[in-house]
């Protein structure tokens, strides 16, 4: 049988054409390297989630190589089997969304021109995305919509344009920590606002609205109200008929024609046999590390260095999230049994969000640089990382009497607050993707070999809302206060790698996300993006895919 | 030949000094962790029937073919001495910890570095001992069980080992009790703690889930 459409993977970035091609009536066929976990198989379980991931391959099957610079300024490239730094998210059918946080922030307009704003920055290859804001925006009110995004659009400074008032699922319950929250950044004079989540808080077809485990980021949801692709948009694609999964199986190779169209996906079943399909369309959606894989794995004739890469763009800018995290523990004694009472449940929603500071002034030349976001939390809810952080003081052992002490005190008698600026990850030179020479995964191709530069540009973004986070923390009477940014990579948080552009001499794909090269491959994940705004992508991806999906639609229909 | 002594036979006697210097440690670990590493990846370690003892003075957990009589007390004495039972909480004894770290050892989805690290670990401190004070671990009292636990956090190689049972002890008060640890719930009502909904079944447990998952399949996607 040939398909009109064969996908490779089944994330966000899949999602949304799965059910726009199904919707509109075409035969699509599903390849996903991972098993299919259906709801009822999502437990609330540290050992499965956490201890053991089971979601992930295992290192020993699949890995990365990993190159970061050392301090004398050497790149050290160590296989992850060995690091023990496991860069999988989730390998299963609707992929890592399953495990989302789902904190859902649109990005701004001045995103899309990043280079126009704030000009060039050195050692960078910051640019200008090919697409406006206006030309997304009924995307991101359709993900709203289909995938389901609960919230409360209050104004604020940086507040997007947006076509519908209001987000379409009414605010989640949170935890009252979060007016405390509010309190100490307007006594900074902060307008911390309400977080618009992926997250349904009223039932919506089959799914159940969110009945607040308080276990959601890194756990599958067994209500469905998480936003994954899966439950939201793969399970209302499936009821078309025109769907086939194939999950455990693992695309190697995109077989081109003369014409360097595709013809085949070569892929590993379960147990190791190859196997092959066709279709008229491919569109790859595997995360951007693994889809820069495939294509540079996907060597023919008319590509000698990969599938789409004449050019020799593939795996190249990689981005991730720049990040600055910290936390701040709310001691019981520090306040009254009333107030204490307020905020001592079980409940971990907290879905406040400081935007104040998306776009701030260089602090030595006082020129207006992005900024970014930073979300508010509380410590999840799972009780092994919490519990394993006690053991450490410094750089002593604690055990005893000293550490059950130490223990209890920490569960029962405060509550550690936390959190997470997102700033751009400035793309440049040193991060990127290319196939290892020397490590192969289990069924014997070359794994990815991903150098991870970060810019030090990243820093003054992230050290100034660390800053400001810290200062809101303070005010809101939290004791051990500490934070800072991080130069690694999010492990979550992946994208470009394929960039989108009007010049096929420097980005993989169009403006419409298909290949510039090959006619007929289409990339739906984050590879596209050439910046990723100072927000988690899941969103944008969402949107983007969606966006995608009408231009495939309008082919297939003229086809 | 004894147990004991068909169990050293298995070592090569280079390795049967504790290393002095750290150089000579990692060498040592290494000699002694291919050797382990091997037997747990072949799965042949719980075929050694000869690695348990017949000491009958001290008692072999059930169904405990990893570990002698010498190396259980050590690890028993190591485990109540990092999580005592001093009337704060629940004791190790209730936790069944001990019987969960025996499962892990021999779980194939565990950290392999962790099951050969704990292992080589007791043997480690029982040689230490005996090189710090001429005794060997069981033959210490209380006392200087206590201060031998002590030295070993001050060591680099002691640290990681008590770490990882360190580790392991908080998986069996903290895990769900589908695990053997955790019992009644004992250390979740210690701290307060209010577990996720819904928990794991028997079919959604970590080493049964993708089965579970896999069996459902529609035929179209076999």
């Not at chain 2, 007791?122 to 060997?136: C, F, L, R, Y």
Request: hydrophobic share 35%; aromatic share 10%.
């Amino acid at each position: 049988m040939k398909y009109d459409v064969c996908i490779v993977g089944s994330g966000a970035g899949a999602g949304p054409v799965i059910y726009e091609l199904a919707n509109a009536g075409f035969k699509v066929l599903v390849l996903e390297k991972g098993p299919w976990l259906k709801t009822e198989h999502f437990s609330k379980d540290d050992m499965t989630a956490t201890r053991r991931n089971i979601y992930a391959p295992a290192l020993k099957d699949e890995f990365h190589v990993l190159e970061t610079k050392d301090s004398e300024g050497n790149w050290n490239a160590v296989p992850t089997h060995e690091s023990k730094r496991d860069f999988w998210n989730g390998s299963v059918v609707g992929g890592s969304s399953n495990f989302m946080s789902a904190y859902f922030h649109r990005l701004k307009p001045k995103d899309f021109r990043l280079q126009s704003e704030y000009g060039d920055i050195e050692n960078a290859n910051i640019t200008d995305w090919p697409i406006s804001y206006d030309e997304l925006e009924p995307y991101y009110a359709k993900v709203e919509s289909v995938v389901g995004v609960s919230g409360v659009v209050v104004p604020h400074k940086n507040l997007e344009p947006r076509s519908t008032p209001d987000y379409p699922f009414p605010p989640l319950v949170v935890n009252k920590i979060a007016d405390w929250f509010v309190e100490a950044g307007a006594k900074k004079n902060y307008n911390i606002i309400p977080a618009a989540r992926g997250i349904i808080s009223v039932p919506k077809g089959d799914r159940r609205a969110c009945y607040l485990s308080n276990y959601c980021g890194s756990f599958g949801c067994s209500s469905d109200g998480k936003g994954s692709a899966r439950a939201a948009l793969i399970n209302d694609a499936l009821k078309t008929g025109n769907v086939e999964i194939r999950p455990d199986s693992k695309v190697f190779h995109l077989e081109t024609n003369e014409k360097n169209e595709i013809i085949k996906a070569h892929y590993y079943d379960l147990v190791g046999r190859k196997n092959s399909v066709e279709a008229t369309l491919f569109v790859v959606a595997a995360q951007a590390i693994e889809t820069a894989r495939l294509l540079l794995l996907s060597k023919n004739p008319s590509c000698p260095n990969g599938l789409a890469n004449n050019s020799g763009n593939v795996g190249k800018n990689l981005i991730f999230s720049a990040v600055a995290t910290g936390s701040g523990l709310i001691e019981f004694n520090d306040f009254s049994a009333e107030k204490i009472a307020e905020i001592n449940n079980p409940m971990t929603f907290v879905n406040r969000t400081l935007l104040d500071f998306y776009e701030i002034d260089e602090p030595e030349s006082g020129k207006k640089i992005k900024g970014g976001t930073i979300d508010f939390l509380i410590e999840h809810s799972n009780p092994m990382p919490k519990a394993v952080r006690a053991k450490k003081d410094g750089e002593r052992l604690v055990y005893g009497s000293e550490f059950k002490k130490n223990l209890l005190n920490y569960f029962t008698q405060k509550k550690r607050i936390r959190y997470e600026a997102f700033t751009d990850w400035i793309p440049n030179n040193d991060c990127f993707v290319t196939l290892s020479e020397e490590h192969k995964d289990k069924w014997g191709d070359p794994v990815a070999k991903v150098r991870l530069g970060y810019h030090d540009a990243n820093k003054i973004p992230g050290e100034f809302l660390s800053d400001i986070s810290k200062g809101v923390f303070e005010e809101l009477g939290a004791k051990n206060i500490s934070g800072g940014i991080s130069t690694g990579p999010t492990v979550n948080l992946q994208a470009g790698g394929c960039r989108f552009g009007n010049d096929p001499k420097n980005s993989v794909l169009d403006k419409n996300c298909k290949s510039h090269e090959v006619s007929n491959l289409y990339i739906t994940d984050g590879s596209f993006m050439p910046t990723g705004g100072s927000v988690p992508f899941t969103f944008t991806i969402y949107a983007n895919a969606f966006r995608v999906a009408d231009k495939i639609v309008e082919r297939l229909k003229k086809a | 030949m004894s147990d004991s002594e068909k169990k050293k036979s298995l070592t090569p006697k280079s390795d049967r000094k504790a290393p002095t210097d750290m150089d000579a440690f990692f060498q040592w670990q290494t000699n002694r962790r291919s050797l382990l590493k091997a037997a747990i990846i072949a799965g042949t370690l719980s075929q050694f029937s000869f690695l348990q003892s017949c000491d009958d003075a001290i008692e072999i957990e059930k169904g405990n073919d990893l570990l002698d009589s010498n190396q259980m007390t050590i690890l028993k004495s190591a485990l109540n001495i990092l999580f005592p039972d001093d009337g704060n909480g629940p004791s190790i004894e209730l936790l069944n910890t001990l019987n969960y770290i025996l499962w892990v050892l021999k779980d194939s989805g565990a950290n392999p570095t962790h099951q050969t690290y704990l292992i080589e670990g007791i043997d480690w401190a029982d040689e230490i001992a005996i090189e710090k004070s001429g005794k060997k671990y069981s033959e210490l009292d209380q006392a200087e069980r206590e201060r031998a636990i002590h030295y070993y956090t001050e060591t680099e190689y002691g640290k990681e080992w008590c770490s990882i049972m360190m580790t392991l002890i908080l998986e069996s008060l903290l895990l769900d009790p589908i695990y053997g640890a955790n019992i009644n719930e004992a250390g979740w009502k210690w701290l307060d703690h209010t577990p996720g909904f819904p928990q794991p079944d028997e079919s959604n447990r970590y080493e049964n889930v993708l089965t579970t998952a896999r069996n459902a399949y529609p035929k179209s996607s076999v």
